[in-house]
């Protein structure tokens, strides 16, 4: 346009960098918006608007707040859409204090704030610990209008199990129930793990049969809970059922359930059950490392076992490499002379 002698105008420069952030070119929008701020052509917020949706999706939170700014300072109203791509933006970037920011300005300038923007907002005062204002922006969205969904309970539900709260995640759920919101998988498995620490097992497993009514599949996350928590007060045979019930269920083990089902099987006595959990672990996706290698090995060397141990720690190895080099091998492990590196 230049070149033929055309002035490029305010409606010129907006569809130019309009056309360059519906494909994500960041740098090209960026040159073509310091162009349109040169030759005076900033006069429709649209262009404001389009660059902070850019930078949001971007991840480029400080350039998005920049150009909040610069609305403001050239007189516009900031409309919902402009706050919330600032405000997403230090949300997913894990900016708090800045989200709050943008938050606060919102409410003081008198912008509408939608349900998902509240929401949002209650993850992040949970997060960081400001749970006073959480709750009363939970009763700030109920006075606005607004009906608490899932994963509003959800954040408060948590917030309160990571306070230690029981009583008060207990009332909130109930709440949840009775205001005919229904919980999911999340929910069920914040309570579980709450019950659990708590040494509320009976509790737990009732909340168990709940969720089971109501649609929900335990998955290996809600197994692992239960199985922990009976493990924490020596209940193995318990732990060892729910155990049982998860593989029946075709569940694949993680990290976390196999260091716990070591335990379990290690003070239970159950070595057969260990041995067989040590050969299901690759089927997981679980490679047996050195110190998981290590904690068998003197499993069973405590429980008198150690040709039994050796057996199996020659089984470990032949399905595939696994990392030995910190063991600290007994005489008589086939391991001794063989490790890798």
């Known amino acids: 346009m230049q070149a033929a002698g ?17 494909v994500g070119m960041v740098e090209q929008a960026t040159l ?32 998005a707040f920049h150009m909040l700014k610069m609305m403001k300072e ?3 109203f900031v409309h919902e859409a402009g706050y919330t791509n600032v405000l997403n933006s230090f949300f997913s970037a894990g900016l708090a204090q800045e989200a709050i920011q943008v938050f ?18 209650l993850n992040v005062y ?16 109920k006075e606005k209008g607004f009906q608490w969904n899932v994963v509003a309970y959800s954040t408060l539900i948590d917030m309160y199990g990571k306070m230690g709260k029981l009583q008060d995640a207990v009332r909130m759920f109930s709440l949840m129930k009775e205001q005919g919101c229904k919980g999911n998988l999340i929910v069920y498995n914040s309570m579980l793990d709450m019950y659990g620490k708590a040494g509320k097992l009976k509790d737990a497993e009732l909340l168990l049969a709940e969720m089971s009514g109501v649609g929900h ?4 996350v809600t197994y692992t809970i239960l199985i922990n928590g009976y493990n924490k007060v020596g209940r193995f045979d318990d732990s060892i059922r729910l155990y049982n019930q998860l593989r029946s269920a075709g569940l694949k083990l993680d990290k976390i359930l196999v260091a716990i089902m070591i335990n379990v099987f290690a003070k239970a006595r159950q070595y057969e059950q260990l041995t067989q959990l040590l050969e299901e672990m690759p089927s997981s996706g679980i490679q047996p490392d050195a110190r998981i290698l290590q904690t068998v090995v003197e499993i069973y060397e405590d429980g008198g076992l150690c040709e039994t141990a050796s057996q199996i720690l020659t089984r470990i190895q032949a399905l595939g490499p696994v990392e030995t080099a910190t063991m600290k091998c007994p005489p008589w492990s086939p391991l001794r002379n063989h490790r890798k590196g």
């Open 6 to 22: 055309y002035k490029p105008d305010k409606v010129a420069f907006t569809t130019l960098i309009h056309a360059f952030a519906t």
């Open 32 to 63: 073509a918006f310091q162009k349109a701020q040169q030759a005076g052509c900033l006069g429709d917020p649209v262009i404001f608007y389009t660059m902070i949706k850019l930078y949001a999706k971007a991840q480029m939170s400080d350039q």
């Open 74 to 76: 050239l007189g516009f």
């Open 104 to 121: 606060q300005e919102m409410q003081d300038v008198g912008c509408p704030v939608s349900e998902r923007t509240y929401v949002k907002m």
């Open 126 to 141: 949970s997060k960081i610990g400001m749970h006073a204002r959480a709750e009363n922006l939970l009763l700030e969205m």
């Open 217 to 220: 599949t335990p998955d290996t």
